[in-house]
């Protein structure tokens, strides 16, 4: 596609526009360019083309320096006062980026008013309304850093006449479950932000200002139409869960937050207006930190005492056996870390307390003291006698099993590799599905493409493989493995398939809590490792975070 904006143009005629410029002949230097600037060269502006699926729409643009971008100009508050900001830049014709949600997404989804955090809160209520909007901000901005939008065109937008107690403007859009399902738009409709646009409506005409230095009619770079962009969320009314829900049209309900303008264009609120709405879902750990602050009153003792600052009471969990924590050192026999006096003080009390805060600058060794708690933690394990457990003391499906989990997979991955070389641990390295989709991609449901997303954090780590989950299901042990690598076969081959969905998780061919318990099942094991942000689906028994 060409530039429609931009023309490349002789020195001749670049030469004659300097002059007319200099002299302000603002009409002569139009004209000028109406009459040769036409027919001069464009240059390209963006490269399309089909996927080999037919799916997706490939579009390349390359930007450098000095290049023309057509932008959509805001407003925004600046020190109090208002400023011009780009709002939206087209890339093509029909396909714009919202530039103002990605610069600002808490002043477009949210509208909280922030409180300075304490170290003790009176009690739950006081906690939840200084950290419930700092949660709802981090929600914000990791559905925007994701760039895992949705972008429904044509959609029909029905507005509510009563507004929202906080006068906030709501409607509702229908989706077809076959539509959903044929598009791959997968995402929990109902913990989503919004984007809605609505393009081509005409702009307010103004005079041209009267004096020499107007550029006239001919100069003018300024759209006749301009986009309405308002902001908001999804909100889920529908409380019960229906057995047929999925059959059903969905029925999704909305509140708008954030508008660029005071007064709704009237084409907005006419019955039958078409609007583009980005949907941009919500991560699960962010999901899962919102219900925790929300549910913080049905916590245990031990959670609640750790958010409002009191006391931890105890015990409130199981008791370690004196013997360990009367040792002086806690070094790993035979291991080569040895370590100081205030690391020794920070793996007994880890020990001995239900709640451990260690903290210390980079290069401390904080890694290492998580490694000998691991170990200590292990051999307090196998110390008790559970019911029906093995006479050996090794641990099977449901026993006692310790729970690492790092902010990131690489920081996990570290510690993995330092475990590997201790025998007598048996530790299970768990990646998210986007992670164990880039080795082992699978059809998403109703799509003729295999699902190859690139993890933020890079691929699993090929040094852990004997004991990452989606390999070890892979491996004989697991009853499932000849199955699972069979299908593999099939989709590295491109065998088409008709349906892929619950039915080939039922069997045991696309993950399942089945076939991810199989590793474990029958052999010991001892430690899981996650990182705390893996997109995991929320119903999947088999999630260890």
């Known amino acids: 596609m060409l530039d429609p904006h931009t023309w490349a143009v002789e020195t001749a005629l670049w030469k004659q526009l300097l002059v007319l410029v200099e002299l302000q002949r603002w009409p002569e230097a139009a004209a000028l360019i109406q009459e040769k600037g036409e027919a001069s060269p464009r240059r390209g502006l963006v490269q399309m083309q089909q996927s080999r699926c037919g799916h997706f729409l490939e579009v390349a643009r390359e930007l450098g320096s000095g290049d023309t971008l057509q932008v959509q100009l805001g407003a925004s508050l600046q020190h109090g006062f208002l400023v011009p900001s780009p709002q939206l830049w087209t890339v093509a014709p029909g396909f714009s980026l919202c530039l103002e949600h990605v610069e600002r997404p808490g002043d477009c989804f949210l509208g909280h008013v922030y409180q300075a955090p304490r170290d003790r809160y009176r009690d739950v209520d006081e906690y939840t309304c200084v950290w419930e909007p700092f949660c709802a901000l981090e929600s914000a901005t990791g559905a925007v850093a994701e760039n895992d939008a949705v972008t429904l065109q044509h959609l029909s937008v029905s507005w509510d006449v009563s507004r929202m107690p906080q006068g906030q403007l709501q409607g509702a859009f229908r989706l077809e479950a076959a539509f959903l399902e044929e598009n791959c738009v997968d995402?929990?409709?109902?913990?989503?932000?919004?984007?809605?646009?609505?393009?081509?409506?005409?702009?307010?005409?103004?005079?041209?200002?009267?004096?020499?230095?107007?550029?006239?009619?001919?100069?003018?770079?300024?759209?006749?139409?301009?986009?309405?962009?308002?902001?908001?969320?999804?909100?889920?009314?529908?409380?019960?869960?229906?057995?047929?829900?999925?059959?059903?049209?969905?029925?999704?309900?909305?509140?708008?937050?954030?508008?660029?303008?005071?007064?709704?264009?009237?084409?907005?609120?006419?019955?039958?207006?078409?609007?583009?709405?980005?949907?941009?879902?919500?991560?699960?750990?962010?999901?899962?930190?919102?219900?925790?602050?929300?549910?913080?009153?049905?916590?245990?003792?031990?959670?609640?005492?750790?958010?409002?600052?009191?006391?931890?009471?105890?015990?409130?969990?199981?008791?370690?056996?004196?013997?360990?924590?009367?040792?002086?050192?806690?070094?790993?026999?035979?291991?080569r870390h040895k370590l100081n006096p205030s690391q020794n003080r920070a793996v007994r009390e880890a020990l001995e307390k239900p709640l451990t805060v260690i903290q210390g600058p980079p290069g401390t060794g904080k890694t290492i003291v998580g490694l000998h708690i691991i170990f200590w933690f292990h051999k307090s394990n196998q110390e008790q006698v559970q019911p029906g457990g093995s006479p050996h003391g090794e641990t099977q499906l449901g026993g006692p099993c310790i729970l690492y989990c790092g902010p990131s997979n690489k920081s996990v991955d570290v510690l993995a590799e330092l475990l590997l070389r201790r025998m007598e641990l048996r530790p299970l390295r768990v990646y998210s599905e986007q992670a164990e989709a880039s080795e082992f991609p699978v059809p998403r449901p109703g799509s003729r493409k295999l699902l190859r997303r690139n993890p933020r954090e890079g691929r699993p780590n090929q040094s852990l493989r004997s004991i990452t989950l989606h390999h070890r299901i892979r491996q004989a042990p697991n009853p499932y493995s000849s199955e699972i690598k069979a299908f593999d076969t099939r989709l590295q081959s491109g065998e088409p398939f008709s349906r892929v969905g619950p039915g080939l998780v039922q069997e045991g061919l696309v993950g399942g809590s089945e076939v991810r318990a199989g590793p474990a099942r029958g052999h010991p094991l001892h430690l899981l490792l996650c990182s705390l942000r893996q997109p995991q689906n929320p119903g999947c028994e088999a999630d260890p975070c």
């Open 187 to 335: 995402i929990n409709l109902s913990c989503c932000y919004l984007c809605i646009r609505l393009e081509g409506l005409p702009a307010p005409t103004a005079s041209p200002r009267p004096g020499p230095s107007s550029l006239g009619p001919g100069l003018s770079v300024d759209p006749g139409t301009y986009t309405w962009v308002a902001h908001g969320q999804t909100e889920d009314w529908d409380q019960e869960r229906r057995a047929d829900r999925q059959e059903a049209p969905r029925q999704v309900h909305l509140f708008i937050h954030h508008m660029g303008m005071e007064k709704v264009p009237e084409e907005v609120l006419r019955p039958g207006t078409l609007f583009t709405v980005e949907l941009l879902p919500k991560q699960l750990p962010d999901l899962r930190k919102e219900e925790a602050v929300r549910g913080l009153e049905e916590a245990s003792p031990l959670v609640t005492s750790i958010a409002l600052g009191r006391p931890v009471p105890q015990p409130l969990c199981r008791v370690i056996p004196s013997r360990f924590l009367e040792r002086q050192t806690y070094d790993i026999p035979g291991g």
